[in-house]
């Protein structure tokens, strides 16, 4: 067998000379790729974590204990709204109760009081027995300042008149708290809407699939603060584009393990905030990713 010293004697000197500029170059690149594409930068300010839908991932889905085990955790809140039957904001995320609360009924088809103190059948039921579903109102009056997001769900299945007076009634809910809240949807025509009634509110555009930025009018950027990407469709030429515009960048996980996971590999691209479904352990995952990174090499 040879050795490697045997190896090296067997090559000629010009072979020598080809292959350490081989590697010379090699190094060379990587050296140039780094000040080509350097790494982001770190968030100059902690970036803010959101519990979405109520700590979903450990409490029943938009639960008020889930709420609040989330706000004592330290984390900001997000919720859904949809409207009732009988023009009652409630908290909730399907506009159809069959899924969390077994009713074969359509949110837009019942009243308030109808639907207020339905039993919980979703997810962790059997743990943490719930009942009831609460008002938006009720949800603004006792988290307040700790909310960040309130998503707005059913709004373009609603007639024109009911529509507005829908949108009449989020302004006045939200005015109060328009400095820390955010009101979010996925449709712009929306966000047009509310700031055409208060231009100070707080809006956002929340995106499933990164095509959809593509499909905004350029007039209605004006009405989009902020824009809320769904983890898996996260990409840093999408973060870009968007910091082009001057926009604040959440993004958001559904609460499946990849969707987690996706978030967690995002933090070297620094969003402003991140709308997780477990807030206590995403924000453990945050503080290991963003450790300074250790120099072998001392001080």
């Given at each position: 067998m040879r050795?490697?010293?045997?190896?090296?004697?067997?090559?000629?000197?010009?072979?020598?000379?080809?292959?350490?500029?081989?590697w010379l170059t090699l190094v060379a690149g990587l050296l140039a790729a780094a000040a080509l594409f350097p790494a982001p930068a770190r968030p100059s300010r902690p970036a803010t974590v959101i519990a979405r839908r109520g700590y979903w991932a450990r409490y029943p889905e938009g639960s008020w204990l889930g709420f609040q085990q989330a706000r004592d955790a330290g984390a900001r809140l997000s919720a859904d709204?949809?409207?009732?039957?009988?023009?009652?904001?409630?908290?909730?995320?399907?506009?159809?109760?069959?899924?969390?609360?077994?009713?074969?009924?359509s949110v837009?088809?019942?009243?308030?009081d109808q639907i207020k103190d339905l039993a919980y059948c979703g997810p962790l039921a059997d743990r943490y027995p719930q009942r009831?579903?609460?008002?938006?109102?009720?949800?603004?009056?006792?988290?307040?300042?700790?909310?960040?997001?309130v998503e707005l769900k059913n709004t373009p299945a609603l007639p024109p008149e009911r529509r507005a007076a829908a949108l009449d009634e989020v302004a006045n809910l939200i005015t109060p708290l328009r400095s820390t809240l955010m009101v979010t949807s996925f449709h712009p025509a929306d966000l047009r809407e509310l700031k055409q009634r208060d231009e100070n509110l707080r809006t956002g555009l929340v995106v499933y699939y990164a095509r959809e930025i593509s499909r905004v009018r350029a007039g209605?950027?004006?009405?989009?603060?902020?824009?809320s990407v769904r983890a898996q469709s996260v990409s840093a030429r999408l973060l870009s584009r968007l910091r082009a515009r001057g926009k604040t960048i959440w993004v958001y996980d559904t609460g499946t393990p990849w969707s987690r996971r996706r978030v967690r590999q995002l933090a070297h691209l620094a969003p402003d905030g991140y709308v997780v479904s477990d807030p206590v352990a995403f924000r453990k995952d945050l503080a290991f990713v963003q450790r300074p990174p250790v120099r072998w090499w001392g001080r």
């Open positions: 050795t490697p010293v045997a190896y090296m004697g067997m090559l000629s000197r010009k072979q020598l000379f080809l292959k350490q500029r081989g709204a949809v409207l009732t039957g009988d023009n009652v904001w409630a908290l909730l995320h399907d506009t159809t109760l069959e899924r969390l609360y077994c009713r074969p009924w837009d088809a019942v009243t308030y009831g579903i609460p008002r938006v109102r009720d949800f603004l009056q006792e988290f307040g300042p700790a909310v960040a997001e209605d950027w004006e009405s989009i603060d902020a824009v």
